[in-house]
């Protein structure tokens, strides 16, 4: 699990949205997206509530079906090869869960039996102990704190040792040390594999410290996008927070980002 | 294929295991009926009522294999919804075709437990012989297995449509195919335009053929090829329903707006 992969590639998009376009009855959730994620990125989805950032990760991992738009993730169509691409991706979200009443190890097991791992023992004895929760191996999931289950989303989103991770608010209801520590381990194994990260958080600083790159969303579109540094400069902000809370009172305000190709990777 | 349907199965043993409350649920209602109706089969013996009342313990019996096999499968989806799992599920590689398959093996193996237990004490306590049908009664049951299946994808595809505020079909479609499907009396008592209607379900020709078999001790294959076409048919039918009900739901993002419910 632990190879290393520091020299990522910025020149390998390894996800490709294009004119994503989602409207439920005459709602319109997403509107005509388009972006690219680079391989070995962290990319922060940001906007406020309803801005369609679940939207746009349910789409990418066809749990939702879009309007019209099209999406690539490692070079296939989700629409056709959804399968082959979902074993190679995963996620994590503090909106989902896993079944309370079976243990720890027993929810590993089944889910590295769904994701092709036949014998598993060792890979999930690792990532317990990566993410500091091999104490609670017996222990019911119900019975586990809210960082603990966050931990053990994480140690599920790694079973298959995938090359794009989602994660949809990871340390969303955790205390400050306890989210410290998931950001670190992120971080680490995202130096370590070369791992390509697509993030939403509303927590701003940790957007700073996490994500080479963000995209923010208002009512489906993007209004803004870069590095943390060069968008709070654009925007003359003095943070991200700032930012967010200008585009959530004044999203319309702000024009769409022309972005039909999305950036190139290596640009930045 | 295989590793992933097992994943399924073994999530549901492994919930089942520690769960007083999930398996006495196998057996507890499959149980009482058992009771109620066997005191009144020998209640009907004390009256010197034909031989045949014990028709009755054969479809408490049989009737439970389709009940159970329908409630095998809607409430393994349904689980997953109660336990915010389904979107883990469902981002995981394992294709519909291969979930479906797992949760059809989870109520194969409570229709076959149950079926056992109430075979045994149906005998211990009743002196009703449920292998006195012959080799036909395996036919029988798969028979009521594969319309348990049918009828549990019909009800899935309606809790993946309108979430939670379908639940309560898990437990009520069974009882609206009761009636038409003669468990406890013949069709023949039917009026005539129901018996129409009972004749398009495959239950109908299991719940007569097994009480023609009880009575002479021959088996009716015929019935029986019928009642297994007919399976099909709603099978295909009911798989049909289920992908595009999960293609509308898809595309109206139910799928991911469960776990919010």
Redesign the interface.
């Known amino acids: 699990m632990q190879q290393d992969s520091t020299n990522k590639s910025t020149t390998d998009a390894i996800t490709e949205v294009s004119q994503l376009t989602?409207r439920?009855n005459s709602l319109t959730?997403l509107d005509s997206l388009s972006f690219k994620v680079c391989r070995g990125d962290i990319l922060g989805l940001l906007g406020p509530n309803g801005a369609g950032k679940?939207?746009a990760i349910?789409c990418i991992?066809?749990?939702?079906?879009p309007t019209s738009g099209s999406i690539r993730i490692m070079g296939l169509d989700i629409a056709r090869h959804r399968?082959?691409i979902?074993?190679r991706?995963?996620?994590s979200?503090a909106?989902?869960?896993?079944?309370?009443?079976?243990?720890v190890r027993?929810n590993l097991?089944?889910?590295?039996?769904?994701?092709?791992l036949?014998s598993a023992r060792v890979r999930i004895d690792s990532l317990l102990e990566l993410f500091e929760i091999e104490a609670t191996n017996d222990s019911l999931t119900g019975s586990l704190s809210s960082g603990q289950l966050t931990r053990l989303n994480l140690c599920?989103a790694f079973l298959n040792d995938p090359e794009i991770l989602f994660l949809d608010e990871p340390t969303a209801s955790l205390d400050p040390d306890i989210a410290a520590k998931v950001r670190d381990r992120l971080q680490e194994l995202q130096r370590q594999r070369g791992l390509t990260m697509i993030y939403t958080s509303h927590n701003m600083q940790e957007v700073e410290q996490m994500c080479d790159r963000v995209i923010f969303l208002a009512k489906g579109r993007i209004v803004m996008q870069g590095s943390p540094a060069e968008i709070i400069k654009q925007s003359r902000s003095r943070s991200l927070e700032d930012l967010f809370i200008s585009i959530a009172r004044n999203g319309h305000l702000y024009q769409t980002v022309d972005n039909q190709e999305g950036e190139p990777c290596g640009s930045g | 294929m295989w590793?992933?349907i097992?994943?399924?199965v073994?999530?549901f043993f492994?919930?089942h295991r520690?769960?007083v409350a999930r398996v006495m649920e196998i057996f507890f209602w499959p149980v009482m009926n058992l009771i109620v109706w066997g005191f009144v089969t020998a209640y009907l013996k004390e009256l010197a009522l034909p031989k045949t009342v014990l028709f009755l313990l054969g479809a408490v019996i049989l009737w439970d294999v389709l009940y159970r096999s329908q409630q095998g499968i809607t409430l393994a989806i349904t689980?997953e919804f109660w336990?915010?799992?389904i979107?883990?599920?469902?981002?995981?590689?394992?294709?519909i075709g291969e979930f479906l398959a797992a949760i059809c093996i989870v109520g194969l193996i409570k229709s076959v437990v149950t079926t056992i237990v109430l075979g045994f004490l149906a005998f211990f306590f009743y002196r009703f012989n449920l292998l006195s049908a012959g080799p036909g009664l395996v036919l029988f049951l798969g028979n009521l297995l594969l319309f348990g299946w049918a009828v549990g994808l019909f009800t899935m595809a309606l809790i993946f449509r309108y979430g939670r505020a379908a639940e309560a079909l898990i437990w009520g479609v069974p009882f609206l195919i009761q009636p038409f499907s003669a468990v406890f009396y013949p069709v023949s008592v039917l009026p005539f335009w129901l018996q129409k209607v009972a004749y398009l379900l495959p239950s109908t020709y299991v719940f007569e053929g097994m009480r023609q078999v009880l009575a002479t001790g021959v088996v009716d294959v015929s019935m029986l090829g019928i009642s297994f076409g007919l399976n099909l048919v709603y099978l295909l039918l009911g798989s049909l329903y289920f992908s595009w009900m999960l293609?509308k739901v898809?595309?109206?993002?139910y799928?991911?707006r469960f776990?919010?419910e």
């Open positions: 989602k439920f959730a679940t939207t349910h991992l066809g749990l939702v079906t399968r082959k979902l074993a991706v995963n996620f979200s909106y989902t869960a896993l079944p309370s009443n079976l243990t027993e097991n089944v889910f590295a039996r769904l994701y092709g036949k599920k | 590793l992933r097992s994943a399924i073994m999530r492994f919930l520690r769960s689980e336990v915010k799992n979107i883990n599920i469902f981002i995981s590689p394992i294709s293609r898809r595309e109206m993002g799928l991911s776990h919010l």
